[in-house]
């Protein structure tokens, strides 16, 4: 008799569920909730300080306000106005240019280099991926000096072919490095079912793993054109008035006064090249982090 009053107290795993899902709060759940807020906070303030500051006017710079106030549309007149010398929608155009054209190129040579390294066997594979990870660590500042001797020797200094290979050699390592990783996981069974009816190798890559590698595909092009779209340090040494990207654009802005340090202005620049490439990463954050991790965990 006491062993089934014993049984019958016992609660049912459903309810037990049920219970902790409806009694009180979890500190793990407040401590990982405050950590996200804390992250977000700190990594969102200063673009949220940047758009504040860009609808101040610019006797209210340095207002401490964490709102706007004094609202005006001036600072991005002026961003734009060429009677200061501020070129900044030709300087976005270059931007987009050389960002596109970095990013083709770029995912055109490193998904076949990639496919190398992860479905081929050869000798020194993996010290060819070593030295292109090495060349993804080469700090630029080294390669300031040799390349404007360089491009000083073929006339290249302004033109765009000196903004963007210095850019494909930055973003071809890190394209081949995500792409290597996420080819390696890939069902390889696939493509050799897709040879065993017919197709060619080339057919089997072009119709098989190509469609599959969309989403590594898709995460590699947005992280390198955001590589190129934010390099700074090349560019203002290898470019001029007319093909200089928004980075220098910024960088080179004047004010209504003489001597004056355009600060309002160059937050409403900075918000016009920064906040488009924020909302985009946020609408397609389940697509990066998807191509990212693709290839670091095995199914």
């Known amino acids: 008799m006491s062993t089934v009053t014993q049984t019958q107290s016992v609660p049912r795993t459903g309810e037990r569920s049920r219970a902790r899902r409806g009694g009180g709060f979890s500190w793990s759940q407040v401590r990982t909730y405050v950590g ?11 673009a949220y300080w940047m758009v504040v500051t860009s609808f101040r006017p610019v006797g209210y710079t340095f207002e ?35 960002g596109v054209v970095v990013t083709v190129v770029a995912l055109a040579a490193g998904v076949f280099c990639a496919y190398a390294l992860a479905r081929l066997e050869f000798r020194g594979k993996y010290v060819l991926l070593g030295m292109i990870l090495g060349a993804s660590m080469f700090p630029p ?60 190798q080339a057919q089997a890559f072009r119709k098989i793993i190509l469609p599959l590698a969309a989403p590594g595909l898709f995460t590699t092009a ?11 340090l090349l560019a203002s040494q290898l470019a ?52 990212l991790t693709a290839g670091g965990v095995k199914g």
């Open 222 to 232: 947005i992280l390198a054109f955001i590589a190129a779209w934010n390099e700074f």
């Open 240 to 291: 001029n008035d007319r093909t200089q990207p928004v980075t220098v654009a910024i960088a080179d802005f004047t004010g209504s006064q003489p001597h004056q340090e355009p600060y309002t202005a160059v937050m409403a620049a900075g918000t016009i090249i920064t906040v488009p490439l924020i909302i985009m990463v946020l609408l397609l954050q389940r697509k990066i982090v998807a191509g």
């Open 36 to 46: 996200v807020a804390i992250i977000i906070i700190w990594g969102l303030a200063p």
């Open 64 to 98: 401490t306000t964490p709102w706007p106030t004094h609202f005006t549309w001036d600072n991005y007149r002026t961003a734009f106005s060429t009677d200061l010398g501020n070129h900044l929608g030709r300087a976005l155009v270059n931007s987009v240019i050389i």
């Open 141 to 200: 500042v080294a390669l300031v000096s040799p390349l404007f001797q360089l491009f000083t020797n073929l006339h290249w200094i302004g033109q765009y072919q000196a903004l963007i290979i210095p850019d494909i050699s930055f973003a071809l390592p890190l394209s081949i490095y995500i792409l290597t990783a996420f080819f390696r996981e890939m069902p390889w069974d696939l493509e050799e079912s897709a040879r065993i009816d017919g197709c060619t």
